[in-house]
């Protein structure tokens, strides 16, 4: 859990997407949280997403130059992406039922730019675990570019995340588990 803290941030992005989609519907969140001031919502997402840029950048360069084990830098990517599944489910629910009606048509429009700047942050992390298999022998060289673009690619990403963890713990089964195989 404690390797997770820094990425926080990446994390709970998609989660303040709905939080503030759900302000929309909430009389309480909007004023407890928000302020009655939707504006300000916004102004905190951009925000928390340059935060969480920042951080992604700060950590991959130190994965890379420290030269982190690839399972432990795969397994960060694996849940980062497994733990947003929820929220990005909900995010696709309220999309398909703002395409509903032309008057929420651009609100579905938002949340896919939305989704693509969460994908993003994500996408660096697999990056970093990408870059790690292949300097490990992991991955090779075109696996490596296939990795690389299936990070930002949606639903992919996560399958992909999943395949890499899987392909570098069987390279190397005795980091995470302590020496225990």
Same mark, same amino acid.
């Given at each position: ?5 820094? =990425?926080?941030? *990446?994390?709970?992005?998609?989660? =303040?997407?709905? &939080? +503030? ?5 909430? @009389?309480?969140?909007?004023? =407890?949280? %928000? ?7 916004? +102004?905190?997402?951009? $925000? ?10 700060? &950590?991959?360069?130190? @994965? ?36 509903? *009606? $032309? %008057?929420? %048509? #651009?609100?579905?429009?938002? !949340?896919?730019? &939305?989704?693509?700047?969460?994908? !993003?942050? /994500? #996408? +660096? ?11 490990? #022998?992991?991955?090779?060289? *075109? ?12 639903? &992919?990403?996560?399958?992909? /995340?999943?395949?890499? =963890? ?7 089964? *005795?980091?995470?588990? #302590?020496?225990?195989?």
């Amino acid at each position: 859990m404690k390797k997770m803290l820094p =990425y926080v941030f *990446t994390i709970f992005f998609p989660y =303040y997407m709905v &939080l +503030l989609i759900c302000s929309l519907f909430s @009389h309480h969140i909007m004023k =407890y949280v %928000f302020h009655d001031n939707f504006y300000l919502g916004i +102004l905190y997402l951009f $925000i928390l997403w340059v935060i969480a840029l920042i951080s992604v950048i700060v &950590l991959n360069v130190k @994965h890379l130059m420290k030269k982190t084990e690839a399972v432990k830098v795969a397994s960060i990517n694996m849940v980062i992406k497994i733990a947003q599944i929820p929220a990005y489910v909900f995010i696709f629910v309220a999309g398909l039922a703002c395409l509903l *009606t $032309i %008057f929420t %048509f #651009g609100i579905s429009i938002v !949340f896919v730019i &939305l989704d693509c700047a969460s994908i !993003f942050l /994500s #996408g +660096l992390v697999g990056v970093s675990a990408v870059m790690r298999c292949h300097e490990e #022998g992991i991955l090779g060289k *075109t696996e490596m570019v296939v990795y690389c673009v299936l990070q930002f690619v949606f639903c &992919l990403d996560v399958v992909s /995340s999943i395949i890499m =963890y899987r392909k570098a713990k069987v390279k190397n089964p *005795t980091i995470l588990t #302590g020496g225990n195989k």
